[in-house]
T-cell receptor, first 119, second 115 residues
Framework: AQTVTQSQPEMSVQEAETVTLSCTYD???????LFWYKQPPSRQMILVIR??????QNATENRFSVNFQKAAKSFSLKISDSQLGDAAMYFC????????????????FGEGTQLTVNP | SAVISQKPSRDICQRGTSLTIQCQVD?????MFWYRQQPGQSLTLIAT?????????ESGFVIDKFPISRPNLTFSTLTVSNMSPEDSSIYLC????????????FGQGTRLTVV
């Protein structure tokens, strides 16, 4: 079974600064998908960024980028030019590739990192 | 993408009662997932619901406590039965398709408080 670990329960950053959230995972699969989700107080889970394991290039999405180290099973999220609206709980998640009817979009989540953005 | 409507958004229930949570999707999807998020914690998968078959439950979750219906490809319900304060959590519906390589989509969650 896959596991996802986020070792930082809480992080804080000054507005306009850069912060990195850590995530490690354990899997025996060679092909998989990794995600960062954001959950603001509204409870809505919002996709921040995704990474396919077969792609060596790190994913970027505007101010958000990842450092994907497949051999180390590490998947960190960097938020540049932090904004007040970035304050939320961030979850790292793992997904196996589609394989019959039993995997689909089932996700394994890390414990979460609560990000505070200070003005 | 998929738009998911989850109802109710929140409820306060008496212990011993049951609550049914509804999840409606704006498109047909193969698989629907129900997660529980206990206060201050991560999301834990309760079960996977496929249309036309019994739901598949994760370890620690049983059908008698969390019965699930999946009558068609756009709708599912999760019932939290015989509730106790320990059931106070956020319950989230998620959808995906085995052919999709994109992310899972989530409803806005149901915040349940059992008193």
């Amino acid at each position: 079974a896959q596991t996802v670990t986020q070792s930082q329960p809480e992080m804080s950053v000054q507005e306009a600064e850069t912060v990195t959230l850590s995530c490690t995972y354990d899997t025996s699969e060679s092909d998989y998908y990794l995600f960062w989700y954001k959950q603001p107080p509204s409870r809505q889970m919002i996709l921040v960024i995704r990474q396919e394991a077969y792609k060596q290039q790190n994913a970027t999405e505007n101010r958000f980028s990842v450092n994907f180290q497949k051999a180390a099973k590490s998947f960190s999220l960097k938020i540049s030019d932090s904004q007040l609206g970035d304050a939320a709980m961030y979850f790292c998640a793992y997904r196996s590739p589609p394989n019959g009817e039993t995997s689909g979009s089932r996700l394994t989540f890390g414990e979460g990192t609560q990000l505070t953005v200070n003005p | 993408s998929a738009v998911i409507s989850q109802k109710p958004s929140r409820d306060i229930c008496q212990r011993g009662t049951s609550l049914t949570i509804q999840c409606q999707v704006d498109s047909q999807v193969t698989m629907m997932f129900w997660y529980r998020q206990q206060p201050g914690q991560s999301l834990t998968l309760i079960a996977t619901a496929n249309q036309g078959s019994e739901a598949t439950y994760e370890s620690g979750f049983v059908i008698d406590k969390f019965p699930i219906s999946r009558p068609n490809l756009t709708f599912s319900t999760l019932t939290v039965s015989n509730m106790s304060p320990e059931d106070s959590s956020i319950y989230l519906c998620s959808v995906g398709d085995r052919l999709s390589v994109t992310e899972a989509f989530f409803g806005q969650g149901t915040r349940l408080t059992v008193v």
